[in-house]
């Protein structure tokens, strides 16, 4: 078990790992391929348990012919299903982008609204869903993404013990000034899978190594 680390310690080492990752990684987007606020929702629901280049396989069929909520919420169930079938989960997605689709025809004239209270009201659509779409597609930092990569590598930097991506997100925002929310969570997502693997890290070419305490990984 690690010993606990003190706030002022923690928001040390958030500073430090803040000022690397633009080092590292200046120019960090967001993997998913999109071209409407609309299209990174429906993607970014898709990405659930399942990588970003299988859905950006699946959208680009997707979005080439369905690129609107009307589009889709007029679409038959059957046919959703069968669409993002490769994605993992695909009934429960499929149901969930429908009517997602249908609430966003229905109350917004089939735009996504700005609001996180209003976009986690959406059928599958939570915190990290709505954090994702606010801060990529409008610039608005409601939160810090936390995903698999994120969640593993604060845990590893030893910017937090929790587990719970919740209450990482809480540890985090606590940590981060507000400006480095979206990008930090780009910047530790691409850090993640080009070094900072889940199973054999690459420690060795990490330029983190001279301050990260590798909480967790066997030496």
Same mark, same amino acid.
């Given at each position: #078990?690690?010993?606990?680390?003190?706030?002022?310690?923690?928001?040390?080492?958030?500073?430090? /790992?803040?000022? +690397?990752?633009?080092?590292?990684?200046?120019?960090?987007?967001?993997?998913?391929?999109?071209?409407?606020?609309?299209?990174?929702?429906?993607?970014?629901?898709?990405?659930?348990? $399942? !990588?970003?280049?299988? %859905?950006?396989?699946?959208?680009?069929?997707?979005?080439?012919?369905?690129?609107?909520?009307?589009?889709?919420?007029?679409?038959?169930?059957?046919?959703?299903?069968?669409? %993002? +079938? !490769?994605?993992?989960?695909?009934?429960?997605?499929?149901?969930?982008?429908?009517?997602?689709?249908?609430?966003? %025809?229905?109350?917004?004239?089939?735009? *996504?609204?700005? =609001?996180?209270?209003?976009?986690?009201? @959406?059928? &599958?659509?939570?915190?990290?869903?709505?954090?994702?779409?606010? &801060? !990529?597609?409008?610039?608005?930092? !409601?939160? /810090? *993404?936390?995903?698999?990569?994120?969640?593993? @590598?604060?845990?590893?930097? &030893?910017?937090?013990?929790?587990? =719970?991506? /919740?209450?990482?997100?809480?540890?985090? #925002?606590?940590? @981060?000034?507000?400006?480095?929310?979206?990008?930090?969570?780009?910047? #530790?997502?691409?850090?993640?899978?080009?070094?900072? =693997?889940?199973?054999?890290?690459?420690?060795? +070419? $990490?330029?983190?190594?001279?301050?990260?305490?590798?909480? &967790?990984?066997? %030496?």
């Amino acid at each position: #078990m690690p010993k606990k680390i003190s706030l002022e310690d923690r928001k040390k080492q958030a500073r430090r /790992v803040v000022k +690397q990752l633009a080092t590292d990684y200046p120019i960090a987007e967001c993997a998913l391929n999109y071209e409407t606020p609309y299209q990174l929702l429906i993607a970014t629901i898709l990405s659930a348990q $399942c !990588t970003d280049a299988r %859905v950006n396989i699946v959208t680009k069929e997707l979005f080439a012919k369905y690129p609107t909520a009307e589009d889709i919420a007029a679409l038959p169930i059957a046919k959703i299903e069968k669409l %993002v +079938q !490769t994605t993992g989960f695909f009934r429960n997605k499929a149901k969930n982008i429908k009517a997602a689709s249908q609430k966003l %025809v229905d109350d917004y004239d089939g735009e *996504v609204p700005q =609001d996180l209270e209003a976009l986690v009201a @959406l059928p &599958g659509v939570g915190r990290k869903t709505a954090n994702v779409v606010l &801060g !990529t597609a409008f610039d608005m930092p !409601t939160g /810090v *993404v936390v995903d698999t990569h994120v969640g593993r @590598l604060s845990r590893r930097m &030893g910017l937090t013990a929790k587990t =719970d991506a /919740v209450k990482v997100e809480e540890e985090l #925002m606590e940590l @981060l000034p507000k400006k480095e929310w979206i990008q930090f969570s780009h910047r #530790m997502i691409h850090h993640g899978r080009a070094i900072c =693997d889940a199973r054999k890290p690459k420690c060795d +070419q $990490c330029h983190f190594a001279k301050f990260c305490p590798q909480v &967790g990984v066997a %030496v």
